[in-house]
């Protein structure tokens, strides 16, 4: 069975500055990483994903991640958060194009 | 261009009440999930479709949730006597479902369910 743990509930993070969110996942198959975010009082919208190839995987709104095997980790990174960021971020696996498997998010707060 | 729609957005019941969600998935695509996202925590498998066959079921599906959908386009969730720990964020998710690659999964805002 595959699983996903985000290490953080919440990230307080000042405008402008940079920002990590950690994801570590298990499984024992190769699968697919997700990083979704939820906007306040809006659906689910895919971030970024890492099918296959380069470990480092670029997403929207300047947002990156990277795939680690040997460390099963695929974190979430952005060099300048900007107040529009304030969101819940969900880590994501899941095995080939089979259902998702989320971790619990890590909401992250824009301090001005 | 629509993505996925659900309605009821908001549904307030009662304890011991039936309730029915809808979605309503992206047009041309086979598959819809169904999830479940309790406060403070992340989405859960319910149940997917391809077309009208329901392929998997999860385990949080207790006898009293049924799915189904019948004509292979919009799909539907009851909850027979809801309980208090029934509530929930309900969320549908479609995709094309080709085979042989990734397909990606879009969501639909979702329903909220209070049962008081």
């Known amino acids: 069975a595959q699983s996903v743990t985000q290490l953080d509930s919440q990230v307080p993070v000042f405008e402008e500055a940079p920002v990590e969110l950690r994801c570590n996942y298990s499984?024992?198959?190769?699968?697919?990483l997700f990083w979704y975010v939820q906007y306040p009082n809006q659906g689910l919208q895919l971030l970024l994903k890492?099918?296959?190839?380069?470990?480092l995987v670029k997403g929207i709104n300047g947002f990156e991640a990277e795939f680690n095997k040997s460390q099963t980790s695929f974190h979430l990174r952005k060099p300048s958060v900007h107040i529009s960021d304030t969101a819940e971020y969900f880590c994501?696996?899941?095995?080939?194009?089979?259902?998702?498997?989320f971790g619990k998010g890590t909401r992250l707060h824009i301090l001005p | 261009d629509t993505g996925v729609s659900q309605n009821p957005r908001h549904k307030i019941t009662k304890r011991g009440q039936n309730v029915t969600f809808r979605c309503d998935p992206i047009?041309?695509?086979?598959?819809l999930y169904w999830y479940r996202q309790t406060l403070g925590q992340g989405p859960e498998f319910l149940t997917y479709?391809?077309?009208?066959?329901?392929?998997?079921k999860s385990r949080l599906l207790s006898d009293r949730f049924s799915a189904e959908r019948p004509k292979g386009s919009f799909s539907t969730l009851e909850i027979q006597r809801t309980e208090q720990g029934d509530s929930a964020m309900y969320l549908c998710?479609?995709?094309?479902?080709?085979?042989?690659?990734?397909?990606?999964?879009?969501f639909g805002p979702g329903t909220r369910l209070t049962v008081l």
């Open positions: 499984s024992s198959v190769s699968v697919y």
């Open positions: 479709f391809q077309n009208e066959a329901q392929l998997e």
């Open positions: 047009s041309e695509h086979n598959r």
């Open positions: 998710a479609s995709s094309l479902g080709l085979a042989g690659g990734y397909n990606e999964q879009f």
């Open positions: 994501a696996v899941s095995v080939l194009d089979d259902k998702i498997i």
């Open positions: 890492y099918l296959s190839g380069s470990t």
